[in-house]
């Protein structure tokens, strides 16, 4: 059953406490593989659901225009420090509801309409609101894009530094969220500074193996710093904006009043369980697990003749062009499903194909981890992606693909679930 327990809840409103409880048991009985997902512990679980959801508290610790912020004022104050240790920054904001928001901030404090901002392209691995054309960061302001080069995958920081030369941008974005090779922080930092922008690395996706020691640290090269609070970091649904002291005020003037009304507090709490937790020496053995897996499920995979966009990973993410598997990634993704294992459909760099029916797979490796998945259940794994990705519309074998997939994970706790 879902831990904690909800008999309140299931006396309310018994559908909804069904509903939760079929979540927790599909996630436990999954391989979950979506690569900006995890579990979350049971003292962020617990955070999450606590009285703190009661209190409305706009402003910040010590300058708030709500009364009764005697308990809130030292929890976000305890999430700001936990923050600022962690990642070795000077400053910390902790209230964005969510990345793009957090993104969004970036945009209000150093931008004004129209500016020109320089970003990763979409379908190179970018994020939406690092311009992209349908998001409102492309269309209130102007934005330049750079990509990955066709026959390595890797980013093209040539290409990078002559748009930047080229097109002057205020604001250049670092990082994504298709991209599985280490991301090149000192020089983005030095096209930044060529040109006079500010340099933002979105490290949403690997702010945990930052933390961890399993990837470079932008510290001392961005000025700005925006994550989530989720995916590798292993928090709840929330997110920060770190900098250096010279764009803190500009930063907290942007989230709030600029954005944002009063943080979620009980999020706030969450986010500062979960820093705790990515301060123990035990969270550098996860971070460091979690590349460990992703590597050698990469390898696995291309033993199989899957193709890898870059050759392979050095972070958490696996992105898999099903060019040559003659089957699109939608309908891969949904055959994967059916056989318990969970991962999404992506474009992958320079795809034939359309973005709602993309050429690729987004495997991530965090959450099974967690789970305490090792190397050595790497090989089964990509066996039956293999076996699941060639039988997509083979249901009965779907089904025992998925029976085979519950009854390994039954032998892994999942906090969330008893």
Not at 392 to 410: F, H, N, S, T
């Amino acid at each position: 059953m879902h831990r904690p327990a909800v008999p309140a809840l299931s006396a309310t409103d018994p559908e909804i406490a069904r509903l939760v409880e079929a979540e927790a048991r599909r996630q436990f009985e999954k391989i979950r593989l979506i690569a900006s997902e995890n579990y979350v512990s049971q003292a962020v679980l617990e955070a999450t659901g606590t009285v703190l959801t009661n209190k409305y508290s706009e402003g910040y610790p010590g300058r708030r225009y709500y009364e009764g912020q005697q308990v809130v004022d030292p929890v976000e104050a305890l999430a700001v420090d936990r923050a600022k240790s962690l990642f070795g920054v000077d400053h910390a904001n902790v209230q964005p509801y969510s990345g793009s928001p957090a993104n969004l901030a970036v945009y209000l404090a150093f931008l004004e309409p129209g500016d020109t901002v320089m970003g990763m392209a979409l379908p190179s691995g970018g994020h939406l609101t690092h311009g992209w054309s349908v998001s409102a960061t492309g269309k209130w302001f102007r934005s330049v894009q750079y990509g990955v080069r066709k026959e390595t995958g890797r980013v093209d920081l040539d290409e990078a530094r002559d748009l930047a030369l080229r097109e002057r941008p205020k604001v250049i974005f670092c990082g994504g969220t298709a991209i599985p090779r280490t991301i090149d922080f000192p020089a983005f930092a030095a096209i930044a500074e060529e040109v006079g922008a500010v340099l933002v690395a979105d490290i949403a996706h690997i702010a945990g193996l930052i933390a961890g020691g399993a990837h470079p640290s932008p510290v001392g090269h961005a000025q700005v710093i925006t994550t989530t609070t989720h995916k590798t970091l292993r928090g709840p649904r929330g997110a920060m904006i770190l900098s250096d002291a010279d764009h803190a005020k500009a930063v907290d003037k942007a989230v709030f009043p600029g954005l944002q009304g009063g943080p979620h507090n009980h999020t706030t709490a969450a986010i500062a369980v979960a820093l705790g937790e990515a301060a123990a020496p035990s969270f550098r053995t996860y971070a460091h697990d979690v590349v460990a897996n992703a590597r050698a499920l990469a390898a696995a995979l291309a033993q199989r003749g899957f193709d890898l966009v870059s050759g392979g990973t050095d972070n958490h993410l696996i992105l898999v062009d099903l060019t040559g598997k003659a089957i699109a990634g939608k309908p891969a993704a949904k055959a994967l499903d059916r056989a318990g294992i969970e991962a999404n459909y992506n474009t992958v760099p320079f795809d034939p194909r359309k973005p709602f029916d993309p050429s690729g797979l987004r495997l991530g490796t965090a959450a099974i981890t967690t789970r305490g998945l090792g190397p050595d259940q790497m090989p089964q794994l990509a066996a039956w992606i293999d076996a699941a990705v060639q039988a997509a519309g083979d249901e009965p074998l779907l089904d025992r693909i998925a029976a085979e997939v519950a009854e390994l994970m039954a032998g892994y706790p999942m906090p969330g679930w008893a």
